[in-house]
Each structure stands twice: as structure tokens, then as C-alpha cells.
């Protein structure tokens, strides 16, 4: 549908928790205002950021201004944010914000560290903000880590839930807020001849790559605390993997897609040796990253075979990578296709031909490309690579898109379709969380890889004892 035959989300206040922290300047807030350029959200959108920091409405304005888009509309949504200066540890700010709230509609944004989550929850439904009466809606966001293992999650899942229903809970993964990720659902369900060859008969495995050239930067305390498979993999992978492999819901409403994506997730069989199925590895200089322990073992690179037990993906490996400072930022879904049934063309050089490919790409370019081989014109039979390409930023105007804009607007319009149920984070810890024991098992059992490269050696042996090879990254 197009953005003019939506309406526009209805009168309410978003309250963003962490009001001064990188994601609500860089991405929830520059989102808002294209939102309001969308004609989605109005005037009657007001915003109260809620932060540590010493200063005032004025303070907090200018310090947005810098990632803010300079049109009309982000001037006017900026005199509707105020800010909330408070230790949300405490219950004062709860009961503060309880006044200027009112009793009108409210949407809770958590972007605050993991840890505040759960208090933060509990706080909000003892000041009675989270109670939905006269027809008022108060709902609750909230950011990644949910939980660090299997059973952390379904702790911070119970401590939620005793307070608020699931109807008002809106777990974020950014990746459903990418094109390409959504786009999954409709070159599949839309596209009766890729739907068509979408199984064991004609898939020979899939291939899911984040690869991220930049490193761990600033972010030593957090990152060392979580390492590249609690961050990436039960969440921004696992959300490709569900849409990939997730079977047609019976219909578009959020709990049909949310159940199919957690049956999917319920699937994927618990590795037979966790420890040959995963590799870890660290980028040569992590350790004197500022905040990383001079002998960490945490990993900054995973790689993850696995298998979905279902009757469509029977006998069809998903390899997973993950990583950062690596040659390049890329992330893809390649759909490997197998090799024609009869080697028709053995005497030739056809015999060998690469597998024709489907890669939908998600970064640094939102596309997709179709990989297949054509025969070179002239009279010997010689055949050639090429590709079809779409790239979204040549069809349609993306520029200057957060990945943000989709995911508040259903948020405030009350879809939960882009969001985690309870269900499908915890089918996501429980698939991870046999190669968590394993590597906790055994920390030591980490490869150092060159910065600017594939990452290790063992990421590139896992796949070729198949018989396989990954794509290069960046290709
Ligand atoms: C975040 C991770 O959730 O996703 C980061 O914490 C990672 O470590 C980022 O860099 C990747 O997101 P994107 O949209 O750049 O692929």
C-alpha cells in the first residue's frame, strides 16, 4: 500500500526512555519526522524524551537537530519534544510523568540498556501507566538484548508479562524495519514461480551472511559483555532465517506471520556437535579495543551451520555468518540452487557450471540479484555467469530512511506484525543456546582472524567439508 492510503496514526504521546542516548537522535527521532513528511503521523504527536542528563527542552532540540532531516516537519515536531530529566531507577520520574501524560494515549519507547527493561515495566504498571482504560491505549517497545541466553529471556518474558498483556508489548529487531526483509514475505507469497521452486527439491542450501567492515569502535563494554552470537544471531539472522523459511501464514494478521515464524524457529534441530556446526573467532587487535579485557575470549565473528526439520527444508543446510571488521559490509540471503538433474552437457565446460543463485541483498544496497548461467553467443557452447539486478534506490526513492519509520507507525497503529512475540524470541535463544553451551564449555576454542578479511579459516572449512564454498563477501 502507499503511504498516501494510510491513515495517519492516531493522537498520542511517545515517550522514549534513554531520550538522549545514539538511537533515539540517529534513528527514532529522524524516523518521526519522516513520518510526519509521510502525512503519518500529526500534530497531535507529542514526544517526551526521558534521560540522566542535566537540561532542558531547548538542550535536548539542538542535540537532535544534527541527524534530524531539515524540513518543515521536523521544525514543527520539534516543538512538540520535551525532556524529562529523571533516574528512571526511581519512582518519582514515573509519577512525574504520570502527570504530564494525562490520560491520553502512550507509546513506551525503551532504548536503554538491557538491565532497565524489566524494572523499567514493572515501574510504568505500578504508577497504573500501562492500564488501558476508556478505550486508551498504552503499549511498551522494547529494544534489543531481550535476554542473554534462553533463560534470561524467558525470565524478562515472565516479568512482563505478569504486568502487561502481549497486546501491548512491541519487541524490536531493526531488521523487520529493513525493505528487504519485508520484501522476503512478498517475493515469496506474491511470486508463484519462486514460491513454486522454494524447497528441498530445487534449493541445495541457503547462505546468510552479516558481514560488517566496522569494528567494535566504542562500544568495548557492551560488546565484550555480549559477542558476535548473542548479538546478531537468535535475533537479526534468525529473523531472516523465519522469513525464509517460515510457511505461508493462513492470512496478513500479525499472530498468523508471528506463529509461522516461531514454528519455523521451533524447527531448526539442536545441533548434533555444537562445536564442529559453530565457529568463533576474533579479530586480530579486539583485545585492545578501550572497555575489552586485555585476554577476552569473546568472539567477534560467528559462523553457524544448521538444520530445519520440517518437510520442506528436510536435507537442506542454512549456514550462518556473522562479523565484524571484515572486508566488507554486506549482508545477503543467497538462495543456492541444486545443479540441473541430468548432466546433460558433461562433455563440456557446462559440466562444472556454478549453481544458479537468488541473493536477496539487504545491505549496502537494498535489492535483489538473480544469478544464472547463459550461453556465450558464437558457435562454440561456452556458458558465462550473469545477473539480474534490482536495486530499490533505482525503482523508488529511499533516501534518507531510517529503517525506523515502519516499525513506529505500527507501533502507534496498534500492527504487531513487524515485532517479536514471547514465543518467537524464546524458539530463537533455545535453537542458539546449544552452541552457547558449547563455547562456554570451551572459550579457548576461538580463531584469530586478519581484519579486512573472510574471516577464519574454520568458517571456510565448515562449509567445504559439504562439498560448498561460501560467497565472497562483498562480491
Ligand atoms: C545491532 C548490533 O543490533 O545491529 C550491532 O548490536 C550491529 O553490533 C547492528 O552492528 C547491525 O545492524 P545493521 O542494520 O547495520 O545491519
Not at 565473528?301 to 537442506?316: N, P, T
Not at 558433461?346 to 549453481?355: E, M, V, W
Not at 543463485?357 to 545491505?363: D, S, T
Request: proline content about 6%; overall charge negative; aromatic content about 8%.
Amino acid at each position: 500500500m502507499s503511504a498516501a492510503a494510510l491513515p495517519p496514526a492516531p493522537p498520542s504521546t511517545l515517550v522514549i526512555f534513554g531520550g538522549t542516548g545514539d538511537l533515539t537522535r540517529r534513528l527514532l527521532v529522524p524516523a518521526l519526522a519522516n513520518l510526519c513528511g509521510d502525512g503519518l503521523v500529526g500534530n497531535d504527536l507529542t514526544i517526551i524524551a526521558i534521560g540522566s542528563r542535566e537540561g532542558d527542552d531547548e538542550s535536548l532540540r539542538a542535540g537532535l537537530d544534527e541527524f534530524a532531516p531539515d524540513t518543515d516537519c521536523w521544525r514543527a515536531l520539534r516543538g512538540r519534544i520535551t525532556y524529562l530529566q529523571g533516574d528512571f531507577t526511581q519512582p518519582d520520574v514515573f509519577q512525574t510523568l504520570k502527570q504530564r501524560l494525562g490520560d491520553g494515549n502512550a507509546a513506551f519507547y525503551l532504548a536503554t540498556p538491557a538491565q532497565f527493561f524489566g524494572p523499567i515495566v514493572d515501574a510504568l504498571a505500578d504508577a497504573g501507566l500501562m492500564d488501558e482504560v476508556e478505550g486508551r491505549f498504552q503499549r511498551v517497545a522494547i529494544e534489543k538484548p531481550f535476554g542473554h541466553d534462553l533463560a534470561s529471556a524467558q525470565a524478562l518474558n515472565r516479568q512482563i508479562l505478569a504486568r502487561v498483556a502481549e497486546a501491548q508489548v512491541y519487541r524490536i529487531d531493526h531488521y523487520l524495519g529493513k525493505e528487504t526483509v519485508q520484501n522476503i514475505m512478498v517475493a515469496r507469497f506474491a511470486n508463484p514461480w519462486i514460491e513454486a521452486v522454494w524447497n528441498n527439491r530445487y534449493i541445495d542450501h541457503v547462505q546468510i551472511t552479516a558481514a560488517e567492515s566496522i569494528d567494535v569502535g566504542t562500544r568495548g563494554s557492551f560488546y565484550d559483555a555480549t559477542g558476535a552470537g548473542r548479538d546478531m544471531v537468535p535475533n537479526h539472522l534468525f529473523q531472516l532465517l523465519a522469513m525464509i523459511g517460515m510457511e505461508p501464514p493462513n492470512d496478513l494478521s500479525a499472530d498468523a506471520i508471528r506463529g509461522e515464524k516461531a514454528k519455523l524457529l521451533g524447527a531448526v534441530r539442536p545441533p548434533d556437535d555444537a562445536g564442529a556446526d559453530g565457529v568463533r573467532g576474533q579479530y586480530e587487535g579486539y583485545r585492545e579495543t578501550a572497555d575489552v579485557s586485555a585476554d577476552s575470549t569473546t568472539e567477534t565473528f560467528v559462523a553457524l551451520k544448521l538444520h530445519v526439520d520440517s518437510w520442506r527444508w528436510g536435507g537442506v543446510p542454512f549456514y550462518l555468518r556473522t562479523g565484524k571488521a571484515l572486508t566488507a559490509r554486506d549482508t545477503e540471503v543467497a538462495i543456492v540452487f541444486r545443479q540441473a538433474p541430468l548432466a546433460l552437457f558433461r562433455d563440456t565446460d557446462l559440466n562444472n557450471l556454478p549453481p544458479s543463485q537468488l541473493v536477496l541483498q539487504l545491505q549496502p544496497d537494498e535489492g535483489i540479484v538473480m544469478r544464472f548461467m547463459v550461453k556465450q553467443p558464437g558457435p562454440e557452447l561456452r556458458a558465462v555467469p550473469v545477473q539480474l539486478d534490482f536495486h530499490y534506490a533505482e525503482r523508488f526513492d529511499i533516501k534518507g530512511r531510517t529503517g525506523y519509520e515502519t516499525l513506529l507507525y505500527d507501533m502507534l497503529m496498534g500492527d504487531q506484525t513487524l515485532f517479536q512475540r514471547a514465543d518467537q524470541i524464546e524458539a530463537g535463544w533455545a535453537a542458539v543456546q546449544p552452541f552457547l553451551d558449547a563455547w562456554g564449555g570451551r572459550p579457548d576454542a576461538i580463531e584469530t582472524y586478519a581484519r579486512g578479511s573472510d574471516g577464519p579459516a574454520g568458517a571456510t572449512a565448515l562449509i567445504e567439508r559439504d562439498g560448498r564454498a561460501w560467497n565472497p563477501i562483498g562480491a
